[in-house]
């Protein structure tokens, strides 16, 4: 409960064969500039099979105290063993809140702790503050995107929330002083079910989005995959990335990898066109730290035009081609 006196603020470090997820890092990051403000310390929960000099690189990135479960069962994911472990050291610790990258292993450990801790779970949060009177303010899209709802848990302890990857910036490692804390690790055989048989890592293409200065997005009003040639062309021409809304990618006019918004990727590019996409919450907080914002749409009412820099009324299919074309003189004049 809240009134035991809960302290620090408490990150999982997600890690995949011993490799700690830049997540992980970018949520220390944050704990660390909340931490300063409430003058509490930061706690890194690592589990895997990992000596303890490899997790000391986790107090140059802010942790001030690194809690190890090291063992040869824990280098997979077991859900049962991890939040067992996790969970009894937060009950002996009392952190005041424990944020957890929403991936997919985090989506599926974080719920369990908040059932085992009885406390709330904030998930897919855009931003973590601190209120006036200290509580944590945890920031999601709601209402069908158009709304930033503020979610606190004044009651309940610890205040947990995840947060997507690229979300929070990684902080740069520092000279920084702090412990790494070896925690005994004792698992039942029937915790470690279902028993990891095999790892294979999916061979991603890496997806040129990430670090663009010029991002073309489509969404759903783009109508086609022949219609979605148009932004290749102006993001080739522009030397940008192409990103996508998500009906854009239900549709199977883009990868999955290049999904912009609450559930996908956090981009900041100088320049941002996006043409057919409506502009709610979801997608918005995706691309709000955008130098440019340039907005395609045919419906002079939607959202977007309320947060962008400059908007075009007009069909996405019929003002692309004359972009496309003025560019491609320009770019010969020059
Ligand atoms: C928990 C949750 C997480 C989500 N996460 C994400 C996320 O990460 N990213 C994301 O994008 N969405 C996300 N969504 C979905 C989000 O709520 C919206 O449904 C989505 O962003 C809308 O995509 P859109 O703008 O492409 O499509 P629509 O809302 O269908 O809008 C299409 C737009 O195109 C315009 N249009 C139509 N025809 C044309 C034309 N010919 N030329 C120009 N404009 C045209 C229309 O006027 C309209 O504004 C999430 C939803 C939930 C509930």
Not at 180 to 185: D, K, N, R, S
Not at 232 to 239: N, T
Request: hydrophobic share 45%; with cysteine.
């Amino acid at each position: 409960m809240a009134g035991e006196n809960h302290q620090g603020f408490w990150v999982f470090i997600e890690q995949l064969q011993g490799r700690i997820s830049d997540v992980g890092l970018e949520l220390l990051g944050k704990a660390r500039e909340l931490a300063d403000t409430k003058k509490t310390y930061v706690g890194a929960v690592v589990l895997g099979n990992i000596p303890q000099e490899e997790a000391s690189p986790l107090l140059s990135y802010g942790a001030d105290r690194v809690y190890l479960f090291s063992h040869p069962h824990l280098e997979a994911y077991h859900a049962l063993a991890y939040t067992k472990l996790i969970a009894s050291l937060a009950e002996r610790e009392k952190p005041e809140a424990f944020f957890v990258g929403a991936t997919p292993l985090g989506a599926d450990l974080a719920p369990r702790l908040a059932a085992v801790l009885e406390t709330g779970l904030s998930a897919h949060c855009v931003d973590l503050r601190l209120g006036e009177d200290g509580i944590l303010e945890q920031i999601v899209a709601g209402f069908g995107g158009a709304w930033l709802a503020v979610i606190v848990c004044p009651e309940r302890r610890p205040q947990m929330a995840t947060v997507m990857p690229g979300v929070f910036k990684k902080p740069e490692p520092g000279k920084r002083g702090g412990e790494v804390i070896p925690q005994a690790v004792e698992i039942e055989k029937n915790e470690l079910t279902p028993l990891v048989a095999e790892f294979k890592v999916r061979e991603r293409k890496a997806v040129a989005l990430d670090g663009a200065n010029v991002v073309i997005c489509g969404g759903y009003g783009m109508g086609s995959k022949e219609n979605w040639r148009l932004l290749e062309e102006l993001a080739r021409l522009l030397g940008g990335a192409v990103g996508a809304s998500r009906p854009a990618v239900d549709e199977g006019w883009a990868p999955e990898e290049v999904m912009i918004g609450q559930s996908g990727k956090t981009v900041h590019p100088t320049l941002y066109i996006g043409a057919g996409v409506s502009g709610v919450m979801h997608h918005v907080v995706g691309i709000q730290d955008s130098e440019i914002v340039v907005v395609i749409n045919k419906d002079l009412h939607a959202p977007f035009f309320e947060v962008c820099d400059f908007g075009v009324v007009g069909e996405a299919e019929k003002v692309l081609p004359v972009l496309i074309e003025r560019l491609k003189e320009k770019q010969q004049v020059g």
